[in-house]
């Protein structure tokens, strides 16, 4: 709780304490009137001093002004009859008592983005004259070895250099399990070092880091309004004016009509008592309030789960997805090449592999990181005499024999015979002497959350998923096939995916909203283009991110079904506050204008329905059930 709510709490506390003496001390006239003034200034000074600056600011139409002409005018009529100072009193406490709920609302829902906020790192260690220095991270440069020590945050994006350790990237990507890294990795800045000591060399400055960016983001997110807070925003600024006038007119015009047609008394108090009432029941806070607050604790409660939100907008319209578009190499599939098959001929598997490697290790191309990966720690031949035959292969002499390594066009100018079958995958054959020796198979592996977010998907009710992708039809229909896509479009261009967007953007429903999930620099103008555009954070690439309008910060497809949950049951709140508002507001107007309501039905249409209206909107941050 913050000191202003907890000033306020007590102010509340003493008013209501007050009020409950009162009932019991009998006075009356000026001394009756004096003592009830203590505790409405106690309560409302606040409330008084804004109404009157807004007057003075030429603004005078807000929930202040409201709750002030109500309470002062219920005072004066008190006075006037020697009435009941307890309404006006109590308007004003009970207000108060909304604000208050409100106030700790926003921070409840603050609190998820204040723990986000706990990732960015205070400094950076380098080492001066073998001792670890603090520093400031702005002033890392690229390229510069830190040490990062157990418990301490990761400052800054890079490779681990040296050591071996376990991250907690909870804060990132809301998941609990640990990350093991060993030197050769890459880590990203806002995880907590739990155990070993890590040398990092940095491959970003500290302000295009993972951590900044993400701060950045959720910092901004509130900049941009969804449809439905717009509308309320307006539909406040225009509806405020017209209540004031309509209790002015309901305060003037049914006297003269008395007077000057009926020819009966005026009964001024009396309609003015119903003007003040119908002034208390007319405050919009609980639109105004619920409404961003709904917004605004689904983006927290997001955010907490790895789900990074840029704007309310974002979130709105994701409610409504109907189409989902994925990028495959990197989004739907891990995008790293691994071995998952040897074929060895007239030799041994463990020659077959020897051979290839020895061939590839020096070459920086994915197949061959994945065929070295596979034979780690093992000691290969010496290579001499490489030679990179672009688009085909590589040919060496190894142990004083000709080995050739690459596709089945290499193998025929070398003189060498294969035959291929149907097989899933990059084909990599190996020759010995002009003598096959056999194919090995890589393969790009499906991540583990793609399956389960594809039935997801399906399960919500999204009717169309479709898959675009560069990569070869016999890979794409299998990995298509395997993970339950709809539809699948490949050996695409850049170029061609924007324009099969484009195509799916103008055949789908008007209501509907196509999402686009990529990770790479090629996916960033459909990404663009898209209603929403969803990237992979961890592993995703600046470009993706800067484009994309949410960021799922594990890589985890499994996520967007989470997050489109997230959505439809904020904007389901935000209609349920919208309709159970506007509902009781009316209700309560019309008995208000016929003198039906008396100002403790009108404390209940503005604060009681506030407070039911905020404390539903709080629920956005409960994501148990989702």
Same mark, same amino acid.
Not at 449 to 477: F, Y
Not at 478 to 494: C, D, K, R, T
């Given at each position: 709780?913050?000191?202003?709510?907890?000033?306020?709490?007590?102010?509340?506390?003493?008013?209501?304490?007050?009020?409950?003496?009162?009932?019991?001390?009998?006075?009356?006239?000026?001394?009756?009137?004096?003592?009830?003034?203590?505790?409405?200034?106690?309560?409302?000074?606040?409330?008084?001093?804004?109404?009157?600056?807004?007057?003075?600011?030429?603004?005078?139409?807000?929930?202040?002004?409201?709750?002030?002409?109500?309470?002062?005018?219920?005072?004066?009529?008190?006075?006037?009859?020697?009435?009941?100072?307890?309404?006006?009193?109590?308007?004003?406490?009970?207000?108060?008592? =909304?604000?208050?709920?409100?106030?700790?609302?926003?921070?409840?829902?603050?609190?998820?983005?204040?723990? /986000?906020?706990?990732?960015?790192?205070?400094?950076?260690?380098?080492?001066?004259?073998?001792?670890?220095?603090?520093?400031?991270?702005?002033?890392?440069?690229?390229?510069?070895?830190?040490?990062?020590?157990?418990?301490?945050?990761?400052?800054?994006?890079?490779?681990?250099?040296?050591?071996?350790?376990?991250?907690?990237?909870?804060?990132?990507?809301?998941?609990?399990?640990?990350?093991?890294?060993?030197?050769?990795?890459?880590?990203?800045?806002?995880?907590?070092?739990?155990? =070993?000591?890590?040398?990092?060399?940095?491959?970003?400055?500290?302000?295009?880091?993972?951590?900044?960016?993400?701060?950045?983001?959720?910092?901004?997110?509130?900049?941009?309004?969804?449809?439905?807070?717009?509308?309320?925003?307006?539909?406040?600024?225009?509806?405020?004016?017209?209540?004031?006038?309509?209790?002015?007119?309901?305060?003037?015009?049914?006297?003269?009509?008395?007077?000057?047609?009926?020819?009966?008394?005026?009964?001024?108090?009396?309609?003015?008592?119903?003007?003040?009432?119908? /002034?208390?029941?007319?405050?919009?806070?609980?639109?105004?309030?619920?409404?961003?607050? !709904?917004?605004?604790?689904?983006?927290?409660?997001?955010?907490?789960?790895?789900?990074?939100?840029?704007? !309310?907008?974002?979130?709105?319209?994701?409610?409504?997805?109907?189409?989902?578009?994925?990028?495959?190499?990197?989004?739907?599939?891990?995008?790293?090449?691994?071995?998952?098959?040897?074929?060895?001929?007239?030799?041994?598997?463990?020659?077959?592999?020897?051979?290839?490697?020895?061939?590839?290790?020096?070459?920086?191309?994915?197949?061959?990181?994945?065929?070295?990966?596979?034979?780690?720690?093992?000691?290969?031949?010496?290579?001499?005499?490489?030679?990179?035959?672009?688009?085909?292969?590589?040919?060496?002499?190894?142990?004083?024999?000709?080995?050739?390594?690459?596709?089945?066009?290499?193998?025929?100018?070398?003189?060498?015979?294969?035959?291929?079958?149907?097989?899933?995958?990059?084909?990599?054959?190996?020759?010995?002497?002009?003598?096959?020796?056999?194919?090995?198979?890589? !393969?790009?592996?499906?991540?583990?959350?793609?399956?389960?977010?594809?039935?997801?998907?399906?399960?919500?009710?999204?009717?169309?998923?479709?898959?675009?992708?560069?990569?070869?039809?016999?890979?794409?229909?299998?990995?298509?096939?395997?993970?339950?896509?709809?539809?699948?479009?490949?050996?695409?261009?850049?170029?061609?995916?924007?324009?099969?967007?484009?195509?799916?953007?103008?055949?789908?429903?008007?209501?509907?909203?196509?999402?686009?999930?990529?990770?790479?620099?090629?996916?960033?103008?459909?990404?663009?283009?898209?209603?929403? =555009?969803?990237?992979?954070?961890?592993? =995703?690439?600046?470009?993706?991110?800067?484009?994309?309008?949410?960021?799922?910060?594990?890589?985890?497809?499994?996520?967007?079904?989470?997050?489109?949950?997230?959505?439809?049951?904020?904007?389901?709140?935000?209609?349920?506050?919208?309709?159970?508002?506007?509902?009781?507001?009316?209700?309560?107007?019309?008995?208000?204008?016929?003198?039906?309501?008396?100002?403790?039905?009108?404390?209940?249409?503005?604060?009681?329905?506030?407070?039911?209206?905020?404390?539903?909107?709080?629920?956005?941050?409960?994501?148990?059930?989702?």
């Amino acid at each position: 709780m913050t000191k202003k709510q907890k000033n306020n709490l007590i102010r509340i506390i003493i008013t209501s304490v007050f009020m409950i003496l009162l009932l019991f001390i009998p006075a009356a006239g000026i001394v009756r009137f004096v003592l009830y003034l203590i505790p409405y200034i106690i309560i409302g000074y606040d409330i008084l001093i804004k109404a009157v600056k807004g007057i003075i600011n030429f603004q005078p139409f807000d929930e202040c002004f409201l709750m002030s002409i109500a309470t002062v005018g219920a005072i004066t009529i008190a006075v006037i009859t020697d009435g009941d100072y307890l309404e006006a009193v109590a308007v004003m406490l009970f207000y108060q008592i =909304g604000e208050w709920f409100q106030s700790y609302a926003v921070g409840k829902s603050r609190k998820n983005i204040s723990e /986000l906020m706990d990732i960015r790192p205070d400094y950076a260690n380098i080492e001066e004259n073998g001792e670890l220095v603090r520093v400031d991270p702005d002033d890392i440069e690229v390229g510069s070895i830190i040490t990062v020590l157990p418990g301490e945050k990761i400052p800054i994006d890079g490779i681990v250099v040296e050591g071996t350790s376990v991250l907690d990237t909870a804060a990132l990507t809301g998941e609990s399990i640990p990350r093991n890294v060993n030197k050769g990795d890459e880590i990203i800045s806002g995880c907590i070092n739990k155990s =070993g000591m890590l040398k990092i060399e940095t491959t970003k400055e500290f302000e295009d880091s993972t951590v900044s960016k993400i701060l950045d983001l959720v910092e901004n997110a509130s900049s941009k309004k969804s449809r439905s807070e717009n509308y309320i925003s307006k539909f406040a600024s225009v509806y405020t004016p017209i209540v004031v006038f309509s209790a002015l007119a309901l305060a003037v015009i049914p006297p003269l009509i008395n007077i000057i047609i009926l020819s009966e008394p005026a009964s001024w108090f009396n309609w003015i008592y119903r003007a003040l009432t119908f /002034l208390v029941i007319s405050c919009p806070c609980a639109l105004v309030i619920s409404i961003p607050l !709904s917004f605004f604790a689904g983006i927290g409660g997001a955010s907490h789960e790895g789900v990074l939100i840029k704007g !309310s907008n974002y979130l709105e319209r994701l409610s409504k997805a109907g189409v989902i578009v994925f990028d495959k190499t990197g989004t739907l599939t891990k995008g790293v090449f691994e071995i998952t098959e040897i074929i060895p001929q007239n030799t041994s598997e463990y020659e077959l592999i020897k051979y290839a490697a020895a061939a590839e290790q020096y070459s920086n191309h994915p197949i061959a990181q994945s065929i070295k990966k596979y034979v780690e720690n093992t000691d290969l031949p010496i290579a001499e005499n490489i030679q990179e035959v672009a688009g085909l292969g590589i040919m060496a002499n190894i142990s004083g024999r000709q080995v050739c390594v690459g596709n089945k066009k290499l193998m025929k100018n070398s003189g060498v015979e294969v035959q291929e079958n149907e097989t899933i995958g990059t084909i990599i054959h190996v020759s010995v002497d002009g003598k096959y020796y056999g194919k090995i198979i890589i !393969s790009d592996t499906i991540k583990e959350g793609t399956r389960i977010a594809l039935n997801e998907l399906k399960k919500m009710g999204i009717k169309q998923t479709v898959m675009l992708t560069g990569d070869n039809k016999k890979i794409a229909d299998h990995v298509a096939s395997e993970i339950g896509i709809s539809s699948v479009y490949s050996e695409l261009l850049p170029s061609d995916k924007v324009t099969k967007t484009e195509v799916l953007l103008q055949s789908k429903q008007k209501e509907e909203t196509l999402v686009f999930v990529g990770d790479g620099v090629n996916d960033a103008p459909v990404l663009s283009i898209a209603d929403i =555009g969803i990237s992979m954070g961890a592993m =995703g690439s600046d470009a993706a991110i800067e484009a994309s309008d949410i960021v799922l910060m594990d890589d985890d497809p499994g996520k967007i079904p989470k997050a489109i949950k997230i959505s439809k049951k904020c904007m389901r709140i935000v209609n349920q506050n919208i309709w159970f508002s506007i509902g009781v507001k009316m209700v309560c107007l019309i008995l208000g204008a016929v003198g039906l309501a008396n100002m403790w039905i009108a404390v209940f249409a503005d604060v009681g329905v506030m407070v039911i209206a905020v404390l539903n909107a709080i629920r956005c941050l409960s994501l148990k059930k989702i």
